[in-house]
C-alpha cells in the first residue's frame, strides 16, 4: 500500500472516529440539558415546599401561642371553680347548722 494511501484511510477512520464522538458528546449534553431542567424543577418545588413550610411553622406558632391563652384561661377558670365550690360548701355548712338550730 502506497504511504499517501495509508494516510488517507488513517485519516478516514480518524473523521469517522470523530464523527462518532461528537454525535455521542452530542446526545451525553443533550441528556445532561434534560437533567439539568429536571434539577431546576426539583429546585423550584423544593422552593416551594420550604415556603410551604415556613407558613406552616409560623401557622404551629400562633396556634401554640393560642393554646398557651386557652391553658391560663382554663386554670384561671379551674381557679374560680375551686373558689366557688369552696363558698358553696362554705355556705351550705351554714344552711345546715340554721337548720338544725
Known amino acids: ?3 499517501s494511501t495509508m494516510l488517507k484511510e488513517i485519516l478516514s477512520a480518524l473523521k469517522i472516529h470523530s464523527d462518532r464522538m461528537e454525535a455521542r ?3 451525553i449534553d443533550e441528556r445532561f440539558d434534560r437533567i439539568e431542567t429536571k434539577m431546576d424543577r426539583i429546585e423550584t418545588r ?3 415546599i ?3 413550610l415556613d407558613r406552616m411553622d409560623e401557622r404551629l406558632d400562633r396556634m401554640e401561642k393560642k393554646m398557651d391563652g386557652f391553658r391560663v384561661e382554663l ?3 379551674q381557679e374560680t371553680v375551686d373558689f366557688v365550690s369552696k363558698k358553696t ?3 351550705e355548712r351554714k344552711i345546715r347548722e340554721f337548720n338544725h338550730q
Open 1 to 3: 500500500m502506497e504511504h
Open 25 to 27: 458528546f452530542e446526545q
Open 46 to 48: 423544593m422552593e416551594q
Open 50 to 52: 420550604e415556603e410551604r
Open 75 to 77: 386554670t384561671e377558670t
Open 89 to 91: 360548701l362554705q355556705h
